[in-house]
């Protein structure tokens, strides 16, 4: 009767999940068409109003405006931007990177695959940009805005061949912004003002990184995509939905800050767009800041901006200057440390989301990546990672391996102490709390090596699945991406019928290292001691077909990770129960033994 209860709960439990994989499919709400066109316009949308300390451009006079309305403007002129990392341009009308493409990086495997394109031009379906600009704090004087076409000297940008922009206000104020371009993916931008007026001036100079798009995010619990930040010395990191939030309750302000230091901008699974100071000494308000136009999620607008706590005031004959960085690009871990020690950005390696395991996941990275440059396949470096950890935890889990092999022993014993005391369970408990201490057994040391386990393999997942280096990396055979799950499907019998089972439900997802793993889990179920209680022992029979179920879906690395611990661990248990039934039978016997 019990063992048909055990199998109508699992059956029923399997049920449930597959209407529900099946019921959240078809009703997951389609994501909202993006706008094809987006006009640009004079004023910025993303921000309410503008005060002295909010880094929003003012507009243009409104002669300007209506005459920009009543005839068509020229196409805005650019300058090219390239090093061997990026390709892109400056749009000169708003002074914007508005299109930047990342040469080494490709969409998919497919060697014809389209380049990453992480920043993209106001009229795209997808704008996302940074820009650089000037809030007129007195009220009176001119500053640039998103119309404003500058003047560009050099090009293109490139390392070691920096670009100015200048713009004119007629007032007699000059406005500069030199931009330079490392080898990599950082850009330096100096903003100056000139005075030649008669009398002061007050500006807010700011640098803002600007997303007129609600982005597509993966949308895994662990992964944090949207806002992030060191600001102040710690990790400040809001995703879009909180933004949204918080910013309709503070007058589209969801955070802000003053920050000496630090960095902030918008980071997506493998991709980052920040701005920082120039110096790490340098004291900035950075903010982050959600509006609406138009409605629905076609009208979001993110921004992430720094700008000088208070306006700053240039006297006639005077000038001055605010110098900031742009990060965009991919968030490769060496990359980040070489910025974080060269150009003291305070924790730029944890624009990666290593999470609250930081201390275990990026060492982890580090041990799999140094072994990579050794061998050259990270699926290797896995293999040889793991032979290391369970090396370095074998004397613990050796002591837990012989107290399961001693208490598969001691089974015929512990079952006569249950039929002998079945009328009388605490009886029974006694008399094997007895046997455990007359035969030195610890039943629950069994547990140690799945509790040890746990962290190292929660450590792996996230060095796997967070960072860019696993991305697109190869094994052997059929498997192209070790960040990605094992293609083939047991249900079509790996290729063989022509459908895709996962159409109807993610648990269909049964690939090959999938099966293996499972296979694994088995035969280490079967050298360990079953739980005394009976419906537990049927529950541990099934838990190799819930795992490999469960982790299906998962990256392929993490899964040929645990069929190789899963191995390892069997041929030390193995050789462990060997040894001691060599011992056992030469204790019986009278003289020295052993396994052989």
């Not at 406005?175 to 003002?193: G, P």
């Not at 309709?248 to 920040?274: C, H, I, M, N, P």
């Not at 004291?283 to 409605?295: F, Q």
């Not at 879906?553 to 248990?573: E, K, R």
Request: glycine letters at 6%; a positive charge; aromatic letters at 12%.
């Amino acid at each position: 009767m019990d063992q048909k209860r055990l199998f109508a709960a699992i059956a029923l439990s399997i049920g449930i999940l597959l209407i529900f994989d099946v019921w959240n499919r078809t009703n997951t709400p389609p994501t909202p068409p993006r706008p094809q066109q987006q006009q640009a316009q004079t004023t910025t949308p993303a921000v309410p109003a503008p005060s002295a300390g909010t880094p929003t451009p003012a507009t243009g006079a409104p002669g300007e405006q209506a005459a920009a309305a009543a005839a068509p403007r020229p196409a805005a002129a650019r300058v090219a931007i390239e090093n061997p990392r990026v390709a892109g341009s400056i749009n000169l009308r708003g002074a914007r990177i508005d299109d930047l493409v990342l040469t080494t990086y490709r969409e998919t495997l497919a060697p014809n695959s389209p380049q990453v394109r992480l920043l993209d031009r106001r009229d795209s379906a997808s704008p996302y940009f940074a820009q650089w600009g000037w809030t007129a704090a007195d009220g009176r004087t001119r500053v640039p805005d998103n119309e404003t076409d500058w003047t560009a000297t050099g090009g293109p940008l490139a390392p070691g061949r920096p670009v100015t922009l200048t713009w004119d206000n007629g007032q007699g104020q000059v406005f500069e912004i030199v931009f330079s371009l490392d080898d990599q993916y950082m850009v330096t931008a100096e903003q100056r003002v000139r005075n030649s007026g008669s009398e002061p001036v007050s500006v807010l100079p700011w640098a803002r990184v600007r997303r007129e798009h609600t982005p597509q995010t993966a949308g895994f619990y662990i992964l944090h995509e949207g806002f992030t930040g060191v600001i102040g010395g710690r990790l400040h990191e809001v995703t879009y939905k909180d933004a949204q939030t918080e910013a309709a309750r503070r007058s589209g302000v969801a955070f802000e800050q003053e920050t000496t230091g630090g960095w902030a901008g918008f980071t997506d699974k493998y991709w980052l767009a920040a701005i920082m100071p120039a110096g790490p000494d340098q004291t900035l308000r950075a903010s982050y800041r959600h509006a609406n136009e138009g409605g629905g999620a076609a009208g979001d607008r993110w921004q992430v901006d720094m700008a000088t706590p208070a306006p700053v005031t240039v006297a006639p004959g005077a000038s001055t200057q605010m110098g900031t960085r742009l990060f965009a690009g991919a968030k490769e871990v060496h990359l980040l440390d070489s910025y974080m020690a060269r150009l003291n950005i305070t924790d730029f390696d944890k624009a990666i989301d290593f999470g609250w395991f930081y201390f275990l996941v990026k060492p982890f990275f580090l041990a799999l990546d140094w072994i990579f440059r050794l061998t050259g396949n990270f699926g290797v470096a896995i293999l040889i990672f793991t032979v290391l950890i369970k090396a370095a935890f074998f004397p613990l889990a050796n002591k837990a391996y012989h107290s399961m092999a001693r208490m598969k022993a001691l089974a015929p014993k512990m079952t006569e102490i249950k039929e002998r005391y079945k009328e009388d369970p605490q009886k029974a408990q006694s008399e094997m709390m007895a046997l455990y201490r007359t035969e030195k057994v610890n039943p629950a040391s069994g547990c140690l090596p799945i509790l040890i386990q746990i962290p190292v393999f929660f450590a792996l997942y996230k060095a796997l699945f967070v960072t860019i280096e696993m991305r697109h990396q190869p094994f052997f055979g059929w498997i192209h991406d070790l960040s990605a799950p094992d293609p083939t499907n047991l249900f079509n019998l790996f290729g063989l019928l022509p459908f895709q089972p996962e159409q109807w439900s993610h648990f269909l997802h049964m690939p090959a290292w999938a099966v293996i793993m499972g296979i694994t889990m088995f035969v280490q179920q079967k050298l360990n001691p079953p739980p005394p209680d009976p419906i537990q022992a049927k529950i541990f029979q099934w838990m190799p077909i819930i795992f490999t179920f469960m982790l299906a879906s998962f990256p392929a690395g993490l899964i040929i990770y645990w069929a190789w611990n899963n191995t390892l661990s069997v041929a030390q248990q193995y050789y462990i129960m060997r040894h001691d039934r060599a011992a056992a039978k030469a204790a019986k016997s009278g003289t020295p033994g052993k396994a052989k």
